[in-house]
Structure formats: C-alpha cells, structure tokens
C-alpha cells in the first residue's frame, strides 16, 4: 500500500511540474511578445467598401437585473447604423422578457436596428441559440456579448479592422472586471482571469498555439464560424469547442490585450460554483471531442500539440491537486516510520519547483495589471497564496466537474447569475436568481476541512512540518469554501 501511495502521488506531482514547464515557456512568449511595434489597422468610415456589416449577438437567458444596463451599452457602441444590427436571442423564462422587450421597442425608435428574437425551446442551450441568431443575421461579422458585458464605445472599430487580414477568424479582446474589489471573491476571481487573458492567451497566440474564444467580448467572420461547423451544444463550452474546430481548419485568432472589455464577476459562491463547474466539465469534454483529432493531424507543430494538451487538461490539475492534497497526509506518515524511502523524499522535494514557477509567472501579470513596486509585491504575495489556497478549497467541486466530462455525463448549461453590483453598497440579498441548495461537496469540503485541520496536528505530532504551509492553505481553504456555502444560504 505504501509503495501505490508514493507511485501516485509522485506521477500526479510529475504531471503538475510538466504542466507548470508549459506556463513558464508561455511566460517566455509572453515577455517576446511584449517587445513587438503595436501596428493596429484602422478603417476609413467614410469609405463604405471598407466598412462591413457586422451582427452583435447578445445571447441572454432569466438577465432580469442586467439587461437595462446591457441595451444600453450596447446602443452606445460607435459604428454607421446603416452597417449595424444587434441580436437579442433572448431564452428568457421569467418576467425579464416583457421588460427586455419595452426597452428594445425604445431603442428601436431611436433608429437602431435591434431585435428581439425568441425560441419555443432551449435545444443547445447558448450555443443553440448563436446559431439559430446566425441563420438570419445580416453580418460578415458576428460581435457576441454576454449579459454582464459593457464593451467601450469605440469596441467595434478597435476590432473589426483586424478582419482585413482573410484567414483571421476570430478577434478576442481582454476582460476587465466592474466589481474587483467588491470583496475576497471577487479579488481571488479576478486575479485567476487575469492571469488567462494576460499572459495564457497571449503567450500561445505570440507562437500560433490554438488559443479559446471566451465565449464573449470576441467577434467572429461569419465564414469562420460556418467553415468550422457551427455552433454545437454537445459541450458546455461551446465557444472552446468552436475555437479548435476552427483553428483545425487553419483560421487564425487574433488576440488583442490592450482591448478592455469590462464585465461584472459573481458575487456569491454559488454563482461562481455554477461557472466554475460548466467552464471545467466544458475544458474535459473538449479533451474527449477533439484532442485526438488534433494529435492526429500532421500539420500541427508538435508544440502546438503539448500546449493543446495542457490548454484542454487545464481543468483537471484540480483533479490532480485533490489527489496530491489528500495523499500528502499518509505520506508524511510514510516518510516518517520508513527511514529506507528518506533518499525519495529528498528527490521528490525538487517538484517543489513547480510552486516557484506558478510565482514567477503570477507576478508578471499581476505587474502588468496593478504595477510593480515594493508594496505592490508584498500585495502580490497575500493575493498569490490566498488564491491558490481558495483555489484548492474548490477542487472537490471542480474536480467533480472534470470527472463528468471525461467520462461523458451530460448536464443542463446552468448559466451564471449577474447581479448588477459594482460596490460595496450593493447588495445580492434577495435576489432571484441565487441557488439556496447545499450540494453534497459543500460537505466533503467540511471533512477535508477537519482532514486538513489533523495534517496541521500530526506535523507537531511528528516534528515535521516540511508540508505545513500546504496544509495550512488547504485548511484555510476548504474552509473558506465551506463556510461561504453555508453563509450564502442564510
């Protein structure tokens, strides 16, 4: 028994190490791509040849607190109306339709040409219904929005020119976050994101490795989205399922860093639960759809192919994590009644290394966003480790996720509430849309909590605390999970 704790323990910490080798070369390509002459094509609005029609989709589903807020953004967006047409594919179930639909006949008396479309069912869910939008929308381009997005005025022309390069099929700009600092959720939600849109998307689209559309803040050549198959809703994450089918077929993406595209993060653990489960069961079953036919295919650099495989597997080191943070304890318990596997220990502390590299790598991207600096350091290091501890706090549920996916069980798109706060003031009591169930993992998530609780004890009980600072972030974490599940159902 011991030796099988040590085998899979050590191949899940090998499998980590190469994982963090692929962020630290993408780190590379992002510091190369930094040195790179900004040479962002404009077009002449006056010239109507240079002008394309472009359809802006906002696909929305029960939006009841946002979809004001959206319209009317979206209105604002600068672009000859003439060129222009906005898609509301609204699967709404509750009382936001009526109110969706008073305020686009406002907006359509101002001389835009914006609909709103229904469906007599959800059948592919959001991806069901950017296709059923695509059958009749009058653009070369397809700009899409979620509910919570609020691109600037000047989004369109910022990129819509990069089309004029024919193999670009896809331009995705950066998200920014309304609500950062609204709270420790938010905080922690923000600085993973940031560290995607940063310096991940960046990195593998500097050296053409297949790079996601996010689902959102993106535009689309319509011819793209038709060559690579359409829209498919066998996935939860049909904008990754999209992007490598049509990056398969030789499209290129462009990804723009410097384009801000301001959205609002969940507010409350179950909303940022229910994200987190669709992003990372979407990730695995993606891995299961399409990463065979990649490995498959001889015109893709064999690069290309490592970093695909990490890009698709990001989702599971949750899984790998789990299995790391639970095995640590007999370990520990391992290494200190056999004095024989000493030697072993010694060499497996060198995938310490690992936690280094994710350091080095979050550093950079939190510099970029928030500056450098003495006190921004010393911010960085509170915000790096209590990221990763929450982080692991949610691989239970995200693992979970990741489970169903390769092993093919399909599930409802559950979409994620928004809430329209932006600060402290703002409140998400009472809202509709909260999910007041406690799932099952809430109380794994307890027990590990008290897992993690005995590691810290028998460090003392044992006299060694080589592992303590992990199991002070799993303890902490599983424990800011359980109690934040709780409290949000209060």
């Known amino acids: 028994m011991d030796i099988a704790i040590i085998v899979i323990y050590t191949l899940a910490l090998l499998i980590i190490f190469l994982y963090s080798l692929a962020q630290l070369n993408l780190l590379f390509n992002y510091l190369k791509s930094r040195k790179l002459a900004d040479n962002s094509p404009t077009f002449d609005l006056s010239k109507e040849e240079e002008t394309p029609y472009v359809t802006v989709q906002l696909p929305v589903y029960n939006e009841l607190y946002v979809m004001e807020r959206l319209l009317d953004n979206i209105a604002l967006l600068e672009y000859p109306k003439d060129k222009l047409e906005i898609q509301v594919l609204d699967d709404s179930t509750d009382e ?14 101002t001389g835009l040409d914006i609909q709103h479309i229904r469906r007599e069912d959800r059948t592919g869910f959001k991806a069901g219904a950017l296709k059923e939008g695509l059958k009749i929308a009058k653009g070369e381009f397809i700009a899409i929005f979620d509910a919570d997005f609020l691109p600037g005025k000047k989004w369109l022309l910022q990129t819509i020119p990069y089309f004029k390069t024919e193999n670009i099929g896809v331009v995705q700009t950066r998200w920014g976050h309304i609500n950062r600092d609204y709270s420790m959720l938010t ?11 940063t310096m991940e998307q960046v990195g593998r689209n500097y050296k053409d490795h297949f ?3 996010n689902g959102t803040a993106g535009v689309w050549r319509k011819k793209c989205i038709e060559d690579a198959g359409n829209w498919q809703g066998d996935t939860l994450t049909e904008d990754l399922d999209l992007s490598y089918r049509a990056q398969l077929k030789k499209w290129k993406f462009k990804y723009l860093e410097e384009v801000e595209t301001p959205a609002e993060l969940p507010v409350v653990i179950s909303a940022a639960r229910s994200q987190q489960f669709r992003w990372n069961k979407g990730a695995a079953e993606n891995f299961q759809k399409l990463y065979w036919k990649l490995l498959k295919d ?5 690069k290309t192919k490592f970093h695909s495989f990490f890009h698709l597997l990001n989702s599971s080191m949750f899984l790998l994590v789990l299995l790391v943070a639970v ?8 290494k200190n009644s056999n004095p024989m596997f000493s030697w072993y220990f010694n060499v497996i502390a060198f995938f310490a290394l690992s936690t280094v590299i994710f350091f080095f790598c979050y550093w950079h991207t939190f510099k970029k966003i928030h500056s450098g600096g003495f006190w921004n350091f010393i911010e960085y290091i509170k915000m790096f480790f ?3 501890s929450i982080a692991m706090g949610f691989s239970v549920h995200n693992s979970m996720a990741v489970l169903e996916g390769h092993f093919g069980k399909k599930s409802e798109f559950v979409r994620t509430p928004k809430f ?3 600060t402290l003031k703002d409140s998400w009591k009472g809202n509709k849309y909260v999910n007041k169930n406690i799932s099952g993992n809430t109380i ?3 027990l590990l909590m008290c897992y993690f609780a005995f590691a810290l004890y028998s460090a003392f009980k044992l006299q060694d605390f080589g592992l303590f600072l992990f199991h002070i972030m799993l303890f902490l974490g599983f424990g800011f999970v359980f109690f934040k599940s709780i409290t949000s159902k209060l």
């Open 444 to 446: 794994i998530e307890a």
């Open 386 to 388: 209590t990221f990763f």
């Open 211 to 213: 790079i996601n559309f």
């Open 420 to 422: 329209n706060i932006n």
């Open 327 to 334: 095995l640590s304890v007999p370990v520990m318990y391992i």
């Open 96 to 109: 936001s339709v009526d109110t969706t639909a008073a305020h686009i006949e406002k907006l359509q008396k």
């Open 187 to 197: 905080k922690i939600q923000a600085f993973a994101l940031d560290f995607h849109f």
């Open 298 to 302: 001889k015109t893709v650099p064999f």
